[in-house]
Nanobody, 123 residues
């Protein structure tokens, strides 16, 4: 069983930056692809970014490409999401998720999910 805890959310002005962290425990972190997803009010949860278990492969939703960067530190059992040039459309609850030994931007196969952290971007 893997536990995931997100942190770093909050209120930020449009154009600002935030860095989300996700701490993992209870499993072999380096065996898991990690994804970030988000759910805005009244909308379905959507893919944001993904990083492979080794960190050698990453992927982004078109809406965040060039603004967000996903990274991980397997020695610290942590994954990060650096978010720059935030705008109101980025307002959502952000979730990290873990997928064992597969690589997929679809949320369906992910095995474990965090509780989420709220990001609110004020214009």
């Amino acid at each position: 069983q893997v536990q995931l805890v997100e942190s770093g959310g909050g209120l930020v002005q449009s154009g600002g930056s935030l860095r989300l962290s996700c701490a993992a425990s209870g499993g072999t972190f380096s065996h898991y692809t990690m994804g970030w997803f988000r759910q805005a009010p009244g909308k379905e949860r959507e893919f944001v970014a993904i990083i492979s278990w080794s960190g050698s492969r990453t992927g982004y939703a078109d809406s965040v490409k060039g603004r967000f960067t996903i990274s991980r530190e397997n020695t610290k059992n942590a994954v990060y999401l650096q978010m720059n040039s935030l705008n109101a459309e980025d307002t959502a609850v952000y979730y990290c998720a873990a997928l064992k030994l597969r690589y997929s931007s679809s949320q369906t196969p992910y095995d474990y999910w965090g509780q989420g952290t709220q990001i609110t971007v004020s214009s």
